[in-house]
């Protein structure tokens, strides 16, 4: 079994920074691909970014790109996603997954494990 937590989402305003952290539990962390995604009112989940088990290869949506990144500190069982310049369309609530796959390069990666979400919202 896994557990995906996410904290750091909260109230900023447009052109400000968050840093979202997602720590997990109950499995070979280092070993697996993670996910970010998130899910504003009225609209379906969307892909943001992931990073594959290593830490190695990285990859964005093309709303994300530029403006936020994805890391992962193995020790720390943690997965960060760092958001700057953010905008009023960036509001939604944001989660982590975890790769189904035992280090896997087959992107786009398929999850199998999520977490309750953490609140984005961005103000104008």
């Known amino acids: 079994q896994v557990q995906l937590v996410e904290s750091g989402g909260g109230l900023v305003q447009a052109g400000g920074s968050l840093r979202l952290s997602c720590a997990a539990s109950g499995r070979t962390f280092s070993n697996y691909a993670m996910g970010w995604f998130r899910q504003a009112p009225g609209k379906e989940r969307e892909f943001v970014a992931a990073?594959?088990?290593?830490?190695?290869?990285?990859y964005y949506a093309d709303a994300a790109k530029g403006r936020f990144f994805i890391s992962r500190d193995n020790a720390k069982l943690t997965v960060y996603l760092q958001m700057n310049s953010l905008k009023p369309e960036d509001t939604a609530a944001y989660y982590c997954?975890?790769?189904?796959?035992?280090?896997?390069?087959?992107?786009?990666?398929?999850?199998?494990?999520w977490g309750q979400g953490t609140q984005v919202t961005v103000s104008s």
């Open positions: 997954a975890t790769d189904r796959t035992y280090r896997s390069e087959s992107y786009p990666f398929r999850y199998d494990y």
């Open positions: 990073i594959n088990w290593s830490g190695g290869n990285t």
